[in-house]
């Protein structure tokens, strides 16, 4: 059993005055939560503090290591974001939390380093090379031209016809079934139907026996991949990890003991194979070694794709209720709690924000839709002045360490833009593009893999101020022209940056004297010169070395000749990209007489706190909101069980949530006339565009 941990009110003290300002307490419902140690749930409201009462926990936590046991405590959440968070508010008074026995991570690092490396070096006696979406991609394509072994030359032609006619060449996995390895379309999708693609008039299926080898096939390319390249997917690492515990169940055991207290946050956003993991190896069936804590929002849960967290997150006997939120307003709160799919017993939402606006409702007609967020910030310059309304005019005001605003104005809208002319049938119909005409959805993504060595030089955090980065990079960009050059290691896996050094320090005890140093010197000094600003002394001195290199493995310069010499315009892309990414942003932001809104999606809201936000209506699936969801607005808790009705009033309960002071929703008036004309004005303010 897990050591004993008794949590006093002075031990509680000592987390506030970390994590509290000045004169603020915890109330009973969080102190209740802070003292469970044992297997429960927490389920919290929206802006009722969740994290930070784990942090709490956690600090306390600190104080009462090392367990005499020599166990530890695993912290593990969704996003590298929430553990960031978490690092940077309680790392510093936490040294020994974040050491060895304890792991505190995401859940793919966590099955990445305890389950998928050890299980991959038991089946092939190797160590993973890389486990990264984008490598494994370029290695499909690598591998994807190679005969198998054991196929003949028809068999492998269909293998390669079907995944290419059935775009199933790079999505395809495997996952395990009742205990059988199954190949799937995709992970926790239907079991990979194999069908021949349907081209020409004289159509005909492939035979059983054609379907069989396909499979067959796929097999033995997907485990091609693991073995000889060391290259997984994500993905991957789930499928190694069931094997491993399935194959040797004293590892569920050793876990178990190796982490007494287990918490995992933002569970409502782990998908449904993320979820079983944990389940069985620090449940078990109520029959767990560890203390295992689940702390979400079940009714936040919008980014599990066809997964639906409420069907699958079974409670505990024991479930614990966050319902008061620091961040809504009576008023706001008053509203959004009708919009929850999950009610444990006990549920509510008590608005503690100081606000005391009430939630405005502005209608629009087709001709004045884009009359709609000026209106809302015309609303807000006006409520700002308003005597009674301080808590909105000091939060509009608040800026954090950074300058920003702590207390950002927002537009949301669930659904976006129109993917074709076709699929809006008549203008009363809306998505975000029509109430704001210039939004994009261009998103900015950090790539680790590039087309060419001048790519490499050029894009890395510059955020990151540290030479290690920048010596990562140039690592793999020299690791890329080896795998461009087919230069692999013995077993003929693609190098790893440690695999490369390791592989040039045994060239120079073997006779290469001073090879080793020699590289390692180069990697400095390429990196401070990156650091200073000289890409392009940086650039030559490499594409220099490079003949060199390659003869230690009896090879020229051949493939990667390109990828040396093409400038890939890096310099201009760089700043044509922040250049749109700058467009981008502006464009994606409404200013009036020094009020500014961004225009966002809820998704991209979520976790987020507003001053302020407008909540546009939009269509999904051929219907609004308003229409699927008037007995909410209107006043009745949400109690229906159709799919596309819960995929909305989960997407209505975290967009209306994000706001401390003023709520504000925009609804069609054909739609309103319909479907909401008897709404409560008591709770409503009602305004026309």
Not at 261 to 268: L, R
Request: net charge neutral.
């Amino acid at each position: 059993m897990p050591p004993v941990i008794n949590i006093s009110d002075e031990d509680i003290r000592y987390a506030e005055t970390i994590l509290l300002p000045a004169g603020k307490l915890f109330d009973e419902e969080r102190r209740t939560y802070i003292r469970n140690m044992e297997t429960i749930d927490l389920q919290a409201v929206p802006g009722s503090g969740k994290t930070t009462v784990l942090l709490a926990k956690l600090l306390i936590l600190e104080t009462k290591l090392p367990f005499e046991d020599g166990s530890g405590i695993l912290v593990i959440s969704h996003t590298n974001s929430a553990i960031d968070e978490i690092r940077f508010k309680i790392q510093k008074h936490c040294p020994k939390l974040f050491s060895y026995p304890n792991f505190i991570g995401t859940i793919q690092g966590f099955v990445d380093e305890f389950l998928a490396k050890p299980c991959f070096q038991l089946m092939f006696k190797k160590k993973i090379v890389r486990i990264d979406n984008e490598i494994y991609f370029e290695i499909v394509e690598k591998f994807i031209g190679r005969n198998l072994g054991g196929f003949t030359t028809q068999e492998q032609k269909n293998a390669r016809y079907f995944l290419f006619g059935t775009d199933n060449l790079y999505s395809f996995r495997f996952q395990n079934r009742k205990g059988v390895s199954t190949l799937v379309g995709s992970l926790n999708s239907k079991e990979l139907k194999i069908v021949k693609p349907k081209r020409g008039r004289d159509y005909v299926d492939f035979t059983t026996e054609e379907k069989n080898r396909i499979r067959e096939w796929l097999i033995k390319f997907k485990y091609n991949i693991m073995q000889k390249a060391g290259i997984l997917h994500f993905d991957d690492a789930y499928f190694l990890a069931e094997n491993y515990i399935t194959s040797k169940p004293l590892i569920k055991t050793l876990l178990q003991k190796r982490f007494a207290y287990v918490f995992a946050d933002e569970m409502q956003d782990m998908d449904v194979h993320q979820y079983n993991l944990l389940e069985t190896i620090f449940f078990a069936g109520n029959d767990s070694l560890s203390n295992y804590q689940r702390i979400g929002d079940k009714n936040q849960s919008i980014f599990n794709g066809d997964a639906k967290i409420e069907t699958y997150w079974m409670d505990r006997p024991v479930v614990l209720l966050l319902t008061g939120s620091q961040r809504m307003s009576a008023a706001i709160a008053n509203v959004v709690k009708q919009f929850a799919l999950v009610r444990p017993n006990g549920f509510d939402i008590v608005g503690l924000g100081s606000g005391s606006i009430k939630p405005h409702l502005i209608k629009y007609s087709t001709s004045t839709i884009g009359n709609v967020i000026p209106l809302f910030l015309t609303k807000i310059k006006e409520l700002a002045t308003t005597p009674g309304n301080e808590s909105l005019q000091e939060k509009i005001i608040s800026v954090n360490s950074e300058g920003k605003r702590k207390y950002p104005i927002k537009v949301l809208a669930w659904n976006t833009i129109w993917k074709s002319i076709e699929e809006k049938q008549d203008d009363s119909k809306v998505r975000l593009i029509d109430y704001y005409n210039t939004f994009c959805k261009e998103e900015h993504k950090l790539l680790i893999d590039h087309n060419c060595l001048d790519s490499y030089l050029s894009f890395y955090d510059k955020r990151n101020r540290t030479l290690n980065f920048i010596r990562k990079n140039i690592l793999n960009a020299i690791i890329k022209i080896l795998r461009l050059e087919n230069i692999s290691e013995a077993d003929e896996r693609s190098f790893t940056r440690k695999g490369l050094l390791d592989c040039i320090d045994k060239m120079d005890e073997n006779g290469k004297s001073g090879l080793y140093d020699d590289f390692k010197l180069k990697l400095y000094c390429w990196s401070m010169d990156l650091a200073k600003g000289i890409k392009k002394e940086v650039h030559e001195s490499i594409v220099q070395y490079i003949p060199d290199l390659l003869s230690l493995f009896n090879k020229r310069i051949s493939a990667c000749h390109e990828f040396l010499n093409s400038k890939d315009d890096a310099k201009e892309k760089e700043e044509k990209e922040e250049k749109q990414y700058e467009e981008i942003a502006k464009g994606n932001k409404f200013c009036l007489e020094g009020f500014e809104a961004e225009i966002t999606t809820v998704h991209a809201a979520k976790g987020q706190t507003h001053c302020a936000t407008l909540y546009l209506e939009s269509c999904y699936y051929n219907y609004h909101e308003s229409e699927r969801l008037s007995s909410q607005f209107l006043g009745a808790p949400f109690n229906d069980h159709k799919t596309r009705h819960k995929e909305s009033t989960k997407m209505i309960y975290v967009g209306m949530s994000r706001p401390t002071d003023f709520l504000c929703l925009a609804i069609h008036d054909a739609r309103y006339n319909e479907f909401l004309s008897k709404i409560n004005l008591e709770k409503w303010q009602l305004l026309e565009a």
